[in-house]
């Protein structure tokens, strides 16, 4: 088996089933596909099962989280590879074939990202070389192998024997994190981070939180920041993280509040108000 390719659902069921069928039936690859539907309300299961009756489907009764429901499945791989792929993106033909070229070409590499398109073709970040609040940080980043921080978790294809080592997600990162959590410790084990620039998806991004009102999405990310904070940086660290955000926090506050009376999307502005009092908030409380 070459590749078995793990999706997390939740109400995505439309998306879910483009995801699907982008995936190549014949390619020359060996491949399983599991989907983990996170107790959707929107007829996932039964539209999934009617229409890739071979797919290894889960149906988990309660929302798990990202983390937790692909390490569901992960005693069940039989791929060399393992790819961790988001529901709301479909595959560009030949990326599954460019990933497995790469990975088997590329030993020091443990995991790797693709290009991460926009629905329009544009490009979407898709690297990163540096982690939240890195730049406060010092001897925590020396020893870490490769340049290359973390990739979007949209598309990571991973050494499955690796991931199981690493016995695969934090579940403590609910849903945000968790991408950046596991490539950090794949290169705490001496493995790079790669990106494969000639493989592609293309990704639609935060369709699963389309009920969610942006300043409690932005408070969930900043909990998985912190949590980050926490696993990965010493306290002198975290101190130096708090005190640069909260500076910037009242700056932002006080600039929005001087353009309030010339800002004609007023929910914009007061979500981006609440964001910044959520920032300083989280700053100043003991998490």
């Known amino acids: 088996m070459d590749i078995s390719i793990i999706i997390v659902s939740y109400n995505t069921v439309n998306l879910t089933l483009e995801c699907l069928a982008s995936i190549p039936a014949s390619d020359g690859l060996e491949k399983e596909i599991f989907v983990v539907d996170n107790s959707s309300t929107d007829n996932s299961v039964a539209m999934i099962a009617e229409r890739f009756p071979r797919v290894t489907l889960i149906a988990n009764k309660e929302n798990r989280g990202f983390g937790a429901a692909n390490n569901q499945v992960l005693p069940h791989c039989r791929g060399r590879y393992v790819l961790f792929l988001n529901p709301d993106t479909t595959i560009v033909p030949e990326t599954l074939q460019k990933a497995v070229f790469y990975m088997d070409e590329n030993l020091h590499i443990g995991l790797a990202g693709a290009r991460i398109l926009n629905p329009d073709g544009s490009l979407q970040p898709s690297v990163s070389y540096k982690y939240p609040g890195e730049k406060c940080a010092g001897k925590e980043i020396t020893g870490l192998a490769g340049k290359i921080a973390c990739v979007m978790g949209a598309f990571m294809i991973a050494r499955n024997e690796l991931i199981r080592e690493l016995k695969g997600f934090d579940e403590d990162f609910f849903l945000y994190g968790e991408d950046q959590d596991l490539a950090w410790r794949i ?87 609440d964001c910044y009092r959520l920032v300083c908030i989280m700053a100043k409380s003991s998490i």
């Not at 592609?200 to 999405?217: D, L």
């Not at 500076?247 to 007023?266: E, H, M, Q, V």
């Open 187 to 273: 290169r705490e084990k001496g493995f790079s981070i790669g990106y494969i620039e000639d493989a592609s998806v293309f990704h639609w991004g935060g369709q699963s939180e389309t009920g969610t009102t942006p300043a409690a999405v932005f408070e969930k990310k900043l909990k998985s920041e912190y949590l980050f904070y926490r696993k990965h940086y010493s306290a002198q660290t975290i101190a130096r993280i708090k005190r640069a955000q909260i500076i910037k926090a009242y700056y932002r506050l006080a600039t929005l509040k001087l353009l309030s009376p010339f800002i004609r999307n007023k929910d914009n502005h007061k979500n981006k108000m």
